[in-house]
């Protein structure tokens, strides 16, 4: 049938009709027939002039919006939705009730049928403004009935709901907002919530302002609501409290949401009379990874140890990330000290694999230091400063775990002494070099002299540079330290060499002083300033130095080397077990760490270092030689260098000089690495 003939015949029995009826196509925006009394509500000449009209002026968007909708709503039913319409043919606002059902036309088309009534515009233009209002605001608003069933919606809530038919209580996404909205309509008759409402789209948040009237067309009690979609800002929000309370690197709570959590744990742990742990997780060295291989593998480290440690989490255990490598840990009410200390070695086992990033195999330890509520104290801020102690108490011991114990607070205290005064002795030049010789293993002749730092404190007395070095590399005095013994250990060995004793002069450098830009310039400055000849000056540095095969080490080693001076590897075997650099770098003497030669015994370690020595053609040095047993062995087994409390310990420059004019003596008395042997 062509769309005339059907015009036709759908009209036929509405042009019998007094009320204004006419068909409309929302597609094309124009009138496809009317009856005479449409006609005039339209007030055109004829149908003709009517239907050539251009409506697209008169009708808003949103207008047109609402009609595609009706027309995706009624199509195919027999329903109709009445709206109040504000007509203006010509200009001229006249308003009608109008009954808007859908005509299902030919080629899957759907035209609008409208049946106006009129309205009596001047008596009630507050009802007209009104209802204009209801139609074109954005907001929805809808009414149900006591149970939730639908009543009426006006058009923006018609498009928000769609074809739905949730109830209200069904609509909440969360059952405790209906809860409470419902509570509160019933004690106040009237209810405000944001909440993540069901709609045709999908979940959104919305704002909703609910309130009990009566329904005017039954008189029943209902329900109105108005509701706006604040999805935008609700997602704005949740944006602005994930960067406040979580650490955006790794995901994790931040310090922010650590502190609140601990406070209410620990509160609900007072109240029900419970215990429970803090533990304190800080990487050992993470800083140097961080310097020497990049923040970004610093950072993909640090993703990778929040996903290990998120993997031992249990039931209720509560994981942060406080900055830095600083993860906490707080453990269930119900859990004790024996399973915080259970909880400290699974971290320890899960970070023992190494990690792989970039081709390069990190391996990470942590220091974890745990204190417990209520044994150690109740506070938040307490209980946190303890397992940060006992965290420190770890990472001296060389890591692992330690649980929180009172002496360690004055050990802090004994800490935050030494950095106190060894700003003034640096100042009131109080430190002293101290020398330690190293005998050549052969004939006992003394091949050179270690500088090792030493202070003297009035009250403090004598402070191990094991203590006081950390501090001055944490606090950045190590600068001042490093130029100190520089000076003062070259000087010294022009003066023996002046003195007939041609001994060389080790000096130790710190890991933080060797990455400086200007370390290189140091060593040149004090060599040119003391006049040491730079083949009789050897630098001590550590494996973990060496860790990162970075363009960078390669350079400031090759500007080393380049000025004449010698390279020996300090403690060696006692952190990365990776040989390979000692073929990389140009490294003249390998020392043996004292920990293989602790309490008289010897490792059997030693005689494989001495191996890879000779191998590599590396002068073996031995360190913390104790024992007479200790010297023959490693005599015997071609030690190339001795070194130890055996022999002397750091003494003053004096007695230093002292020691190298007994050296004639010392040689006779030597032994005979042979005859040992034998
Ligand atoms: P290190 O370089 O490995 O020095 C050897 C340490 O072992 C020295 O301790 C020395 O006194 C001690 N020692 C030597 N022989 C024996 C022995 O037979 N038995 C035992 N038990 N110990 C022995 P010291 O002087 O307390 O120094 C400790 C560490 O502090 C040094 O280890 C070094 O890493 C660092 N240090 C010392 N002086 C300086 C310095 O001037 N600059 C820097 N950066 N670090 C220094
Ligand atoms: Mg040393
Ligand atoms: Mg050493």
Sequence with gaps: MTVDAYIKMVSYPLSLL????WLFDVEQLQVLWANAAGVALWDASSLGELQQRNMTLGITRTVRERLNQYCDDLAGTTDSVTEHWTFYPKGR???YECAISVVDAPNQQSWLL???????TASDSDTLYRSSALLHTSVCVSVFDRSGVLKYSNPAARRMLGAGTLTLPERFINADDWRSAHDALTHNAEANIEAQMMTAAGPAWHNLNLELCPDPVSGHRSILVSETDVSDRHAAQQLVHQLAYSDTLTGLPNRTSWLSQLESR??????????????????DRFKLIN????????????????????SCLQDNQYLARLGGDEFTLLLDETQTGSQSVKMAHQIIEALAMPIRIDGHELSITPSIGISLYPLHGSDANLLMQQADLAMYAAKEAGGGFRVFEPHMTTQMQRRLQIENHLREAIDQQALQVHYQPKLCAVDGHVIGMEALIRWHHPTLGWVSPNDFIAVAEETGMIRDITRFVLFEALLQQTQWASQGYLVSIAVNVSPVEFRQDDFVVTVRNALRATGARAEYVELEITESMLMADSNAVQAILANLTSLGVKLAIDDFGSGYS???????????????DRSFLSDGEISPVIELIIDVGKTLSLAVVAEGVETAAQSDYLIAHGCDQLQGF???????????????????????HWPNATVVAA
Excluded at 114 to 120: C, I, L, P, S, W
Excluded at 276 to 281: K, Q
Excluded at 300 to 309: C, G, K, N, P, T
Aim: aromatic fraction near 6%; include cysteine.
């Design 18 to 21: 007094s009320t204004p009826v």
């Design 93 to 95: 606002p006249c308003s």
């Design 114 to 120: 409208v049946n106006a009534t009129r309205q009596d």
């Design 266 to 283: 620990l509160e609900q742990a007072c109240s029900r009379r419970r215990q429970t742990a803090i533990l304190f997780v800080d990487l």
């Design 291 to 310: 310097d020497t291989l990049g923040h970004a593998l610093g950072d993909q480290l640090l993703i990778a140890v929040a996903q290990r440690l998120n």
């Design 578 to 592: 990776n040989l390979g650099y000692l073929q990389k770098f140009p490294l003249d003497s390998i020392k043996i």
């Design 646 to 668: 055996l022999f002397s310990k750091a003494m003053n420059a004096q007695s230093a000089t002292r020691f190298l004019g007994a050296q004639e003596e010392r040689c006779m």
